[in-house]
Structures are given as C-alpha cells and as structure tokens.
C-alpha cells in the first residue's frame, strides 16, 4: 500500500521506503528539506521538532512532535509542517521574525526546532489574553535545547511572536484543510510490515498473527530502536488509529484512558482531579514527547524509571488488557512482575487504564527528583494516597520509581502508617521503613544512598505539604 | 602601535552598532547550510566509526573479510592503510586517529567503515571480528599519580616560597575540591565531508574552528604537502572549544576514506559516539593550603591542581597554563606554589573548552577565599576586597605579568551597590530564618581574565579584502564563525573603515587557500585579532582608492574622506562605486590582505614567567539560589552581571555571549554531570542522560549590563574587548550561591565541601556533611533557621 501524507501544503505519496526509516531522515534526505536537523536522535534536544496539524479549518490544531522519533509510517494521513513552511515568500512567520529580530539564534542549528516548537504554541490551545507568560514558553520549550543563547532572548521572542495570537489566521497548512489521507492497513518494504488496525479486533488478530511484533504507541520509546539503534522492526503494529484506544471516558467514578491517548489529551482530565500527577506529566516530557507519548505505552514498557506507574499503583489504577481470547482486568501493581517484564500474555494488550477518581478525605501527591526540572528522567519518584478519618490514617497507598526493578508499592511503609493518628511522627515512622522496602541501585542518575535518603526525606514533604505548612516546598515555584 | 580609535556612525552597520547575527533569517527559515545540509554529490560514502569497547587493551587481531562483502560497503580501514603519519597531535606527537595495536580509551576509534549509507556501514560493522586482550585501565587522579604517569612533563607556577609563608602566617586553612568536566553539547555534532579532486588534492569541508590545523593534520595523514588540502568552513552549529582541536580527526578519517576509495566521503559522529569519541572539558581536583593574617590577607598559597588529561596530550598543556595562570584571579598572592600535573589516564583526552582551565583555576581561588571566611567568621566580601590586585607591588602576577587595567574594585563595588547587596543579603537571611525547607544562599564572583593566546606565536590573524568596481566587497579572515558572532563584527570593522553600509560587504567562508597559516577561532581572540588584520587590509586598499580619488579631484592625498558611502575631496563628492571604479581605471589594485600581530606580549613556557596577556577583562556577577534540604534540588533564582566588555563592536552580539557564556557555565557547576563505569565506560551519553540547562533553569531574574564608557587601555580594534569566554566564570557565583546555601544550613558553623557539578546528589550529602560536623539537629525531618 501507499502511504499518504501532506508536507508544507503539498501532497506526497511513498511506497518501497522501509517503515522503520525515521520521519526525520525522510524529510531530510529523501525530500532534501534540511532545515530540521537531527541533534541527538532520541527526543530530548528538539532539532528535529516539526508540527502536525490536525482537525477541520476553523478548530485546527498544531502540535510540535520529533521527526526523529517518528517513523515514516506514522505520517500517513497527518498534514506535516516544516520550518521550511512557515515563511511566504520574503515574509517570515511572526515566530521567525522575532527570533531574528531579537538575537534568539546564534549557531542557529537548534533554531529551526525552536521556531517549530513556538509556531505551534503560537497557534496553539492556550487561552491566552494579550500576554503570554513566560512559563508557558519554559512549558513549551521543554524539549528543546540551545548551547549558545541562554535562553532569554528566545523566550523574550516567544513572548513577543505568541501573545497575541490570531487563531483563525490562514497560514500552511491550516489554509487547505486537507482531508485525511486513508488509513493504510498494511505498510510493507524492505521485509518490514507496518499494521495498523482500526479497530480493536483487528488489533487483536493482528497481534493474534503475530504475537512478536513490536507494539508501537507514539515512538517516544520505542522510536528509539528505529532512530538510534537503526533497527528493521520485521513486523510492526501501530496502536495509534485504534478507536478503542483512543477512548476518553469521564465516568462518575473514575477515568479510563485508553492506550492510546496521548499524554497531552489526557492531561486535562487528570489535572482537574489529581492536579499533583498532571505538574509531574508535564514534567516527565516536553510538549513534542506529550504529543506523541502515551499513559499507555509508559504501563507497557514497564520500565522501572517510568514516571506514571507508581502513580497508577498508588491510585490503585486497574488496566483492562484485551487480546483474540477477550478482555481481562488486572490492578496495575500486579501487572509488573520484574525488570521490563509485564504480565502481559502472548497475543495480549493493553486497552485501556481506568484511574479511580478522588474520594472524599483523601489526598493525592507525586514528587518527582532529577538533575534538571524539565524532561529529565527521575532518580527517585514518589507517588502516595493517603485517606484520613477521624484523625487516623484510614488507608496508605505509596509506590515509589527508581528504587526497584519494576515501579513498586511500598508496604512496609504503609503498614506504619495505617491505622495510626494523622500526625508528623506517624509519617516519620513511614520514612523509616523505606529500607525494609527497597534496596535501590546506584548508577548514573544517583546512588543507592542518595535514593534511600531521598525516599526517606520525601515523607517529611508529603507531611509539610499535606498538612498545609506556611513555607514553599518545592524549589521551582520559588520567585 | 597605534589603533584605530573609534568609528562614527553615520552609516548602517558600523562598528559599535547593534546587529543581529548575519545569518539570522537564515537560521529561522531553516536556510543556513551545514555541512550535513550539503547536498550529497554522487557517490558519496558515509563512514560508520568501529570503537574500542575497553578502556585499555592490545589489539591482537582485526578480521575485517567477511564485513568488507557485506552490502555498499567500500573499504574498511585501519592504522595501518595510513598513507602519512598515523598522527595529529596539535602540540606534541604521537597522537592517533585510529588505535593501531593499543585501545587507550573506550571509544577510541580503531576501524572505519565506509559504505553506500551510514545504516549499511553499520551493519557491515556488525561483522567485523577485533580481537583485544584487555589491560586494566587507569581511570582516575589518584591512579595516575601513584603510577607517575602524565601526558606531558608536570609544570608549576611558582613565586617565592609558599610553604615558609604559609607556614609563617598567623592562621591556616587547607582542603580539597574537585570540579568535573563538560561536555560541549554543541547541537550540530563532528561532521566533515572530504572531497578528493585532481591529483592528489583534496577538498575537506569540515566543522572546524581551526581549519588549518585540519589542513595540516589531513596532509600528515594522507603523506601530502599541506597545498594539496583545502579546507572550508562556512559555519558550525555550536563548538565552544570542542571543534579546536578534536575536529581534526574527524576530518582526517573523512579524508583518509576518501583518498583511499577516490569517492567523496562523510562522517558525522551520532550524538551518543561524538559524546564518547570526542574531548570534554578537564575535569580536575586541587589540594589547597593557604597561610594568612587575621585580617584575612593571604601570605601564602599551595594549589596542587591534578586533572585527568586522557589517553594524549592533545591541548592540555595549554589548558594547564591558563589554569595555573588564572588561580590568582583578582587576588594578589605573595608566595605561590601552584603545581599542574596532566594525569595520563584511559579516559578520552580532555581538550579545550570555553575558559580553557581558566574557570577551573578560579574555582580553586575562589575556595580558598572563602575558606579564610569561614576559618575567620568574616564576610568573604571583606576577604575579597583585602586580598584584591591593588597598587605598589601589589600588582604583579604570580608569572610575573603586572597588573595595569585593573578595575575590578570599582566594578565589584558598582555591582554590589546597583543590586543592593547587603539589603539582598538581609532578605536571604530572612527566608532562612522563615523556611525550614528551603534555604537560600548568594554570592558574588569577581573575574579578572587575561585576552591572548598563552603562546605568543599564536596571536596572528589574517584578513584578505577585495572592492569589486562597482563597490561591493567581499570580506574574508582566518576567523571561523561558530554561532559567535564574528563574521558580522569584522563586516562593522570593515563597512567602519570603509565608511560605507554593511550591506555592500559579502561575508565569505573560511577558506586555508584564502588566508593561510591562521590560528584557531579561540580564546575569545577572534575579533581582536581578524577585526584587525581586516581593518589593516581594508584601509591598504582605502588608501589606494583615495590616492585615485585624489587624482580625480586635483587635491592632496590627505584631503580625501570616505563618509556615509562617498568620498570626499572637500565640497566635492563621489560615491565609493564610482570610486572604485576610478581607482580600476586608475591601475591600482583593489585587492589586500591584512596581518596582525599582538603586541607587547612574552611568556618563557620553561620557568611559566612572562606577560602573556595584551590586556584583561574585568566582570562580576551577584547570583542568589535557593536549595530543598530534603532532595538537594536547587534553582537559580536572580543573577546580576556587570560585564566589561571595553567598547563593544556589537552590543547584541557581546548580550548574547555573556548571556550564554554565563548559562553554559551553570550547566556545568550544576546539572551537567560526566559519569563514568567502573571499566571506563561513559555512561551519560546522550541528552537523556547529561543534562544541559533548559530555558526554565536560566534565573527569572536575570539582568545583564554591560559596563559603559570603558575603552579598553590598549589600542585594540576601536577599543573594544573579547567577550567569548570571560562570561562563563561568572557563572561560578551560581555554585558559590548553593555552597553559601549548604553553609547556612549549618548555621555557617563548618566550611562546607561541595564538589562541583552541584547535582542534587551532591548538595543533599554536603548538607548531611555539614549538619554532621556543625552537630546540629541530626533529624533530618527538622529544619533550621
């Protein structure tokens, strides 16, 4: 079959191209439009950022993605913008021009991505009045590395170019509302196969006919293999068109996402009832990584610096997996058997994740510590629901990442503190039993005894901040 | 001599204007080329780099037979097929671009694949059989000294006699610190394209900041003469030291697989291998001792600064100088002992980085001060101001260069009172006094940094200028533009001279068959040194147009003016076209080259004495930051600069060098964290894992300002100053901010040990280390104010 895609306006058809080749070597050396470049080849510096576009003329969107990450198939049917799109003529896009204008390039090799990145937050969702706040821009700009400037005058560019927006201006792309191209069930070249089902049973024969392949969501992990490890994935069956798994529901009790969804569609439902997961979503990628990344593949990949499953477990989360033979529910915890090891069956996959929502007496926090604030992976993660009544700790759900092969429920912890009196020195006896429930690894990201120290030390926090101390508590909210 | 004193500005573009970066549209539209923008000429080969997986090891055998049938692929060569000199050391010898028998590092390059496309080199790779029998490897300082081994001999900045005065003064401190390296993370990786073309030339288009040492090492390496080699740079995506010399190999592997298949070859390193194949920053540890009065005066200091200079010397030599001679920084030191010692060890060779030891030498100093606070309970400020280059002998250089631009007292003092320093110190001290969670800390930092190579032979720069007849010029030097910002400072140096708009003057590539024998584009050298050579070329071939001119209008050679894009002899006019055109017509050439030398400089590399330095550049930065004392997180909250920059060519370029000079160099006193395995892997490798700053970690309030009215003392190109890598030691008020952060958590009690880079790792143990000492509260679920 032929994929179909539109690039700057312009329609383009590929047969006989591998599907593992990335989207960003696509555009680079097939189409020979350069000006995205590939900096690190794994989602982290923005180099390669470009904006898809999405939706009918009127209620567009844009959403800034790495083309290094994406492989080509995952364009079929999207309408790709490239910084070579943006200017008409001699006419720079505002975002172009403010950045010129302002001194926000240098070298000027992360600039395209920059430009990619601010184009699509200055046309994109936020509501915003006149004046854009520079916090928006750190949000927005997460995923993108510059060397040279220091960062002030993009933002002061970006601040400039995207607070006052024109949401219904023409412009690439958003003019020509192009209808989607058809979806392309089976992408095939160079030995390698592309699926990608439609629906839910034919997601399940798919992987029912070929229970090794690759089980692709947004690439943000997985594209890695394609774009560092320049891997042939011989079979590969894309999540992403899968109605099923693109379901949102906001039922009375709880919220299920499915497998599918996007961090970034998925964050305004969990910041309405758990504002502490969606500050730590925000922080487990940029905007390009939301974009594309799912709550999904996160559970599936099962690794044990995953930022959302100690938050599932301690939100006692329960996953619907589905596969030929039918649905199965499972809580989450038990989903995690050891390092990148799942209890997935052969043939089966996840549908969807159904988070219970906030009870009364309840409260929800997640604390995230890396080197950097921004798309930086954790050392250590804590996740912890604790409900109170009548003074006493009533129940104790705490997970914690980094600390385990797999993400994982702290009992001995909660053990020490159920039952006893809502107080400080309950919570002291907690950060006590950190030891008897982990024995962390040391590596690059921080040591055995840092990590303990931190899981310890988190407990005074969760206290402060539950309890309502009159003092900040986290270091990026201090002016 | 005399130099050009000022520029006037009645034309677009001159010097002292503000203008954006030439290429600037071009970066936004996407439209500036790379050299991995070029379009591929047919035949193009890419080269897949075969690295050494150990640290240390003797290669025993190479199977390559069954590799070289694999697909595409072209060759795959060694050592061995080295036509020339297996070598490209920049100031010694013997340094390889392919291990040939001995594995010094892990990543050390020791096969190249070249093939049809990079993926099919790689799988051809997969293929190829080496056999290593592994040696243990020698990875750290402690190491290295035990063996004695260095890359080059140890030498040692030395005046009068340390130990008698330390010994001697009345109070005494000592301890240790280690500061790590960096990597240069420039967002456009190593990249060369080598082109063969007749004979036995060959064409390298190559991300260098030093193309004639790319010339050089890539005629050593083929065993041809360096008129045989061209090399072009039009621009680099970022290089920031790292494309001094480490471009070098990788533009000579590039042009040894092309040489040797007759087709044009590329090789671009992947982030991950051009982390682990290429130099970093130099890591080092100082052992300090320091003997002084009870006013806090210093008598005497011993620094024994050891870095790990990797598996060859490359630059280190140079990079140990500047350190030994910037560990006075704007303090005067009696007696001094200061020891360098380049660690040979099985890392890869640490090489020049922006500061070039420089920071690293004043983070030692800077220690040491404010280790005598603590020692003395007095306000380091105080212990500043007291230890300051100031006059009557007190003004001299450890290696003996005197002191005569110092203004370090009056920028400090302007600084500390345009912020108010005191009343900040107050409010820090009362957050701490309300906050049992956070904790603030906030410094100043002074820098004193001296502009000229070390070695005197290395401050020559070029400029070739030709006037086309119909007034358009074209500009070319030996400079390099790496994002810097130089090319569009020498075009104001050149529309200035030439009193004509910026627009007239084509910046052209960096070319070694246009301006030959140059130095690299490094130690902030740049525009003083091509903004001369072209200043010097364009006002040759100004002169010639005015003698023309002069001819034209029956008047005096002198009585000629060029103003606002015309020529004038007294009332009478011309526009510069029709001036060139006449001088054509009139035979003279319109062609020049230009030549600088700095003057005035010395420096004897045998006893490390001398002035090495034209002049110094002065700046200060007052940074505050707020550590968790649960996590070690820590965020930079306000930083203040005061930046002498003499009189600066370009504002806009010279805010955007401070700017991200003083970023970079928080990322590496903070976040940016080299972690090695135990076997001498590097394991932070990628972006994922070695965290530069993002745009959320610069501080919300971040005021820069650039010192006015200070013409430089020297006759510099119109008085202005280099600005490349002064800013980034500004940054280290960032750290000293944390470390005055982690004192206060132990009410300032003990001297806190925090190692750099500040990680939250580091700053949570140095907390632990000071409450334990100051014996304060061991709970550590209990703040204090």
Same mark, same amino acid.
């Given at each position: ?479 | ?9 009645? #034309? /677009?573009? $001159?010097?002292?204007?503000? *203008?954006?970066? &030439?290429? +600037?549209?071009?970066?936004?539209? %996407?439209?500036? !080329? ?77 096969? #190249? /694949?070249? $093939?049809?496309?990079?993926? *099919?080199?790689? &799988?051809? +790779?997969?293929?190829?059989?080496? %056999?290593?029998? !592994? ?78 040492? /790319? ?571």
């Amino acid at each position: 079959m032929t994929l179909e895609f539109h690039l700057n306006g312009r329609r383009h058809a590929v047969r006989d191209v591998p599907p593992n080749v990335t989207a960003l070597d696509y555009i680079r050396e097939h189409l020979r439009l350069t000006g995205a470049k590939e900096g690190c080849a794994e989602g982290d510096c923005g180099a390669c950022t470009v904006v898809l576009a999405a939706g009918p003329e009127g209620g567009r969107t844009f959403r800034a993605v790495n083309a290094c990450l994406l492989t080509l198939p995952h364009l079929n049917g999207a309408d790709v913008l490239t910084v070579e799109g943006l200017a008409d003529g001699d006419g720079l896009d505002p975002v172009q021009a403010a950045m010129a204008d302002g001194d926000g390039t240098q070298c000027g090799y992360c600039t395209p991505g920059f430009v990619m990145a601010l184009y699509a937050l200055r046309r994109g969702p936020e509501e915003i009045g006149g004046e854009i706040d520079p916090e928006t821009v750190h949000d927005a700009l997460a995923g993108n590395l510059c060397r040279c400037t220091g960062y002030r005058p993009i933002v002061d560019a970006a601040v400039k170019a995207c607070g006052e927006k024109a949401s219904e201006e023409a412009g690439p792309g958003g003019g020509s509302a192009h209808a989607p191209a058809r979806a392309t069930d089976r992408y095939e070249a160079g030995g390698q196969a592309f699926l990608s089902p439609t629906g839910l049973d034919e997601m399940a024969e798919a992987l029912a006919d070929n229970p090794d392949a690759y089980i692709l969501a947004g690439g943000t992990d997985l594209g890695l293999l394609a774009a560092k490890e320049r891997q042939k994935l011989p079979v590969v069956i894309h999540t992403g068109r899968v109605a099923e798994l693109l379901e949102i529901r906001d039922e009375p009790d709880h919220l299920e996402f499915g497998a599918a969804v996007t961090y970034t569609d998925a964050l305004p439902l969990i910041g309405r009832d758990y504002p502490s997961f969606a500050t730590l979503i925000k922080r487990i990628g940029s905007r390009q990584i939301r974009n594309m990344g799912t709550i999904g593949g996160n559970i599936g990949n099962a690794s044990p610096i995953g930022d959302t499953p100690p938050c599932l477990i301690a939100l006692d989360a329960v996953l619907s997996l589905h596969s030929r033979d039918g649905p199965r529910r499972m809580p989450i915890e038990d989903f995690f058997l050891d390092y990148r090891k799942t209890d997935l069956r052969p043939g089966e996959f996840i549908r969807s994740v159904r988070i219970p929502k906030p009870k009364a007496g309840e409260a929800f926090r997640t604390y995230k510590i890396s080197k950097r604030y921004d798309q930086d992976i954790s050392s250590v993660i804590g996740a912890y629901r604790i409900a109170v009544a009548d003074g006493a700790v009533r129940d104790a759900r705490i997970a914690y990442g980094g600390m385990a092969a797999t993400p994982k429920r702290a009992r001995a912890c909660e053990a020490a503190i159920t039952g006893s009196a809502w107080r400080e020195d309950a919570l002291m006896e907690a950060a006590r039993a950190v030891d008897e429930d982990f024995e962390p690894l040391s590596d690059h990201r921080a040591s055995a005894a840092y990590r303990s120290m931190v899981a310890r030390n988190l407990f005074a926090r969760l206290w402060r901040d539950i309890s309502g101390a009159d003092e900040p508590l986290d270091v990026a909210l201090i002016r | 001599m005399s130099g050009p004193e000022t520029a006037t500005s009645d #034309i /677009v573009g $001159a010097a002292h204007a503000r *203008l954006r970066h &030439d290429s +600037a549209v071009k970066h936004v539209t %996407g439209d500036a !080329v790379y050299v991995d923008d070029m379009p591929p000429l047919p035949g193009t080969l890419e080269i897949f780099p075969v690295v050494s997986p150990h640290a240390h090891a003797t290669i025993v055998s190479v199977d390559i037979a069954e590799a070289l049938r694999a697909p595409g692929v072209a060759g795959i060569f060694g050592a061995g097929d080295i036509p020339g000199k297996n070598d490209i050391a920049p100031i010694f010898s013997d340094e390889p671009i392919l291990a040939d028998g001995l594995a010094e590092y892990a990543g050390q390059p020791v096969l #190249i /694949v070249a $093939a049809d496309t990079y993926d *099919l080199g790689r &799988d051809a +790779a997969r293929l190829i059989d080496i %056999g290593y029998e !592994v040696l243990d490897p020698v990875l750290t300082i402690d190491e290295a000294l035990e063996k004695g081994q260095f890359t080059y001999p140890p030498h040692s900045v030395v005046r009068g006699d340390a130990e008698g005065a330390i010994e001697a003064a009345p109070r005494r401190v000592s301890g240790e610190v280690s500061c790590g390296g960096q990597d240069h993370f420039y967002l456009e990786s190593q990249v060369a394209l080598a082109v063969p073309g007749e004979d036995r030339d060959i064409t390298v288009h190559a991300s260098t900041q030093h193309p004639t040492e /790319v010339q050089r090492g890539v005629a050593h390496v083929l065993g041809i003469e360096i008129n045989d080699v061209l090399v072009e740079v039009r621009r680099m995506g970022g290089a920031f030291g790292g494309k001094e010399t480490q471009a070098t190999g990788i533009a000579a592997l590039a042009a040894l697989a092309a040489a040797l298949t007759g087709r044009p070859a590329k090789l671009r390193l992947r982030r991950d291998d051009d982390m682990i194949v290429t130099g970093k920053r130099h890591d080092y540890r100082f052992r300090y001792e320091a003997g002084f009065g009870e006013d806090g005066r210093l008598e005497g200091v011993k620094i024994e600064m050891a870095t790990r200079s990797g598996n060859v010397a490359d630059c280190s030599s140079g990079v140990m100088a500047r350190a030994l001679c910037h560990a006075d920084n704007c303090y005067y030191l009696p007696h001094v002992r200061f020891d360098g010692l380049p660690c040979k060890t099985n890392t890869v060779s640490a090489t020049a980085f922006r500061g070039f030891g420089g920071p690293q030498g004043m983070l030692a100093i800077e220690t040491v001060i404010e280790h005598v606070a603590a020692e003395l309970g007095k306000p380091v400020d105080d212990i500043r101001r007291i230890n300051y280059y100031g006059d009557g002998g007190r003004n001299v250089t450890p290696y003996g260069q005197t002191v005569k631009d110092n203004i370090i007292v009056e920028l400090t003092e302007r600084l500390m009172r345009e912020v108010d320093f005191e009343g900040r110190a107050r409010a820090v001290d009362d957050f701490n006094a309300a906050n049992a969670t956070l904790k603030k800390g906030i410094a100043l930092m002074p820098v004193k940094f001296g502009i000229s190579f070390n070695l005197p032979t290395l401050n020559q720069g070029g400029a070739l200028v030709h006037v086309y007849t119909d007034g358009s010029v074209h500009l070319n030097h030996g400079g390099t533009e790496m994002g810097q910002g130089l090319f569009v400072k020498v075009a104001q140096v050149v529309a200035s001279t030439f009193q004509i708009d910026i627009d007239r003057i084509k910046i052209s590539s960096t070319r070694t068959d246009k301006v030959p024998n140059t130095s690299a584009t490094a130690a902030s050298s740049g525009s003083d040194i091509n903004g001369m050579a072209a200043h010097i070329a364009a006002t040759e071939i100004k002169q010639r147009m005015a003698r023309a001119a002069a001819d034209h209008f029956g008047v005096e050679t002198g009585s000629v003016e060029f103003r606002a894009n015309r020529v004038y002899a007294g009332n009478e006019s011309i526009s510069f076209a029709e001036c060139a055109h006449l001088a054509w017509r009139a035979r003279e050439s319109l062609s020049a080259t230009g030549f600088y030398r700095t003057p005035d400089i010395s420096w004897d590399a045998k006893t490390m004495t001398g002035s090495p330095f034209y002049y110094y550049t002065y700046g200060a930065c007052i940074a505050e930051a707020v550590i968790d004392t649960l996590t070690g997180e820590s965020r930079v909250l306000k930083a203040d600069i005061l930046q002498d920059v003499g009189n600066s060519l370009n504002p806009a370029i010279d805010m955007g060098q401070i700017e991200g000079a003083f970023v970079q160099g928080m990322g590496w006193l903070t976040s940016e964290e080299l972690v090695w395995d135990e076997d001498g892997h590097l394991k932070t490798h990628g972006p994922s894992t070695y965290k530069i700053p993002g745009s959320r970690d610069v501080p919300p309030e971040f005021n820069v300002h650039i010192l006015e009215d200070a013409p430089n003392m020297v006759p510099t190109i119109f008085r202005s100053k280099a600005i490349g890598e002064p800013p980034l030691m500004l940054a280290i008020s960032v750290w000293l901010a944390i470390r005055d952060a982690v004192a206060r958590t132990g009410g300032r009690k003990v001297f806190p040990r925090l190692d750099a880079p500040a990680t939250p790792e580091a700053i949570l143990m140095a907390i632990e280390d000071v409450r334990e000492r100051a014996n304060q509260l061991p709970s550590p679920l209990t703040g204090e104010g």
